[in-house]
């Protein structure tokens, strides 16, 4: 397993620790600069929504219907338009996460190598099940379909950084690195 040293997400790694506030004010003091200057880079508003809800659930931790509602103002789109498109991507939760949100590709790449034995020793290491929270708030297992980093199988994300080559063995080492 490598260490996640992925050159796509090194600039976001400075997230991986931050602790997640759900009541958090959104888009004010520095990150009203952020959705600035994500908006200053589409030519309209609702071109941002993609980047936008992924700072919002930077902040929040999920995206709850309140986030929803406000992002909706911003970019002056309907609530339910915006539900909808966070809804298709499995990157944006729905629901409460854990402290961290432990990704693992199950798609044809990953699952071919192993990835059904990387999900099972994960969720038998936290105590949950697919999509639950564990009893002490601290992780969510979830199974999503390709990482983008089909080379390197199982491919897991957590939070914002990804593992490569994940092996059922590697679960605990995974874990305690967390801590
Ligand atoms: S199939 Fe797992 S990263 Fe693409």
């Not at 789109?77 to 990704?103: C, D, E, H, N, W």
Request: hydrophobic share 40%; net charge negative; glycine share 8%.
């Amino acid at each position: 397993m490598s260490d996640g040293l992925h050159p796509a997400v090194v600039s976001a790694q400075p997230s991986q620790r931050d602790e997640k506030n759900p009541d958090a004010p959104l888009f004010e003091g520095e990150y009203q600069d952020r959705l600035e200057k994500i908006l200053s880079r589409y030519p309209f508003k609702r071109a941002a929504l993609l980047p936008v809800l992924n700072m919002a659930q930077q902040v929040r931790g999920w995206i709850s219907p309140d986030t929803i509602k406000r992002v909706a103002e911003i970019l002056e789109l309907s609530p339910a338009y915006v539900r909808s498109v966070a809804s298709f991507y499995t990157m944006f939760q729905l629901r409460p996460a854990g402290k961290y949100l432990i990704q693992v590709c199950t798609g044809i790449g990953c699952d071919l190598c192993g990835a059904e034995d990387v999900v099972e020793g994960l969720l038998k290491a936290t105590g949950t099940r697919i999509g639950e929270t564990s009893a002490d708030g601290k992780y969510t297992v979830v199974e999503v379909e390709c990482l983008a980093g089909c080379g390197f199988p199982t491919m897991v994300q957590i939070n914002d950084r990804m593992y490569e080559n994940v092996k059922a063995e590697d679960v605990e080492g995974l874990l305690k690195e967390l801590d």
